[in-house]
């Protein structure tokens, strides 16, 4: 069966330290990959998508993953971390005509000032 | 360019009452599905119009829910009767149609409590 993990429940880091938010996908065929961040009483936002190519992705607000066929992962990065940037962030995963998406069942991120 | 809008935001109900939540998707986005988060777990599907038109309704967990697209506009989920496992965070999300328009865009979401 199709499943997305996010092995991190919760994750806290300091202002201004490196972030790494950890995906695996289990799928039929390499899938289209995307993250999202819900900060509190907003929707689904999209941070970036991977589709083919390059398999480093940028995304907005200085966010980007990385795609590795070998380890199933999409994992999500940024090098300085903002407090506003502590928020819920889920990883997802569709076929190739971007319908049945899987989500993983989220990481929530602390900011510590 | 409006956004995904749900209207309630949040609503609690009784146990055995009806709810009914609504969802204005992206203004020219003919497909529009509805997904559920119960206690925290994974976002699930639940159903996926294109345009009027039911195109996938697999994930909808029985017979007490009832979607629909009038006009292939805003979307409706009706819930009758409630029951406590019903309880969640109900997301609507709206794309275009057509090849390379993957991009699904969510609203807000309404939280749903039943007691």
């Known amino acids: 069966a199709q499943s997305v993990t996010q092995p991190d429940i919760h994750i806290t880091v300091s202002e201004g330290a490196s972030l790494e938010l950890r995906c695996n996908y289990s799928?039929?065929?390499?899938?289209?990959l995307f993250w999202y961040v819900q900060s509190p009483g907003q929707g689904l936002q999209l941070l970036l998508k991977?589709?083919?190519?390059?398999?480093l992705v940028q995304g907005i607000k200085g966010f980007e993953a990385e795609f590795k066929r070998s380890q199933s992962s999409f994992n999500l990065r940024k090098p300085s971390v903002h407090w506003s940037d502590a928020a819920e962030y889920f990883c997802?995963?569709?076929?190739?005509?971007?319908?049945?998406?899987?989500f993983g069942p989220g990481t929530r991120l602390s900011v510590l000032p | 360019e409006a956004g995904v809008t749900q209207f309630p935001s949040h609503s609690v109900i009784e146990k055995g009452q009806t709810v009914t939540l609504r969802c204005d998707p992206i203004?020219?986005?003919?497909?529009l599905y509805w997904y559920r988060r119960v206690m925290g777990k994974e976002i699930k599907f639940l159903l996926h119009?294109?345009?009027?038109?039911?195109?996938?309704e697999s994930g909808m967990p029985n017979n007490r829910f009832l979607a629909e697209r009038t006009g292939g506009t805003y979307s409706t989920l009706k819930v009758q009767p409630a029951e406590l496992e019903d309880s969640g965070v109900y997301f609507c999300?709206?794309?275009?149609?057509?090849?390379?328009?993957?991009?699904?865009?969510f609203g807000p979401g309404t939280r749903l409590t039943v007691t």
């Open positions: 999300a709206s794309s275009l149609y057509g090849q390379g328009k993957y991009e699904q865009y």
């Open positions: 799928y039929g065929a390499t899938p289209y």
């Open positions: 991977y589709f083919s190519g390059d398999t």
């Open positions: 997802a995963a569709a076929d190739n005509y971007g319908q049945n998406f899987v």
């Open positions: 203004s020219g986005h003919d497909n």
């Open positions: 119009f294109v345009k009027e038109s039911k195109q996938d």
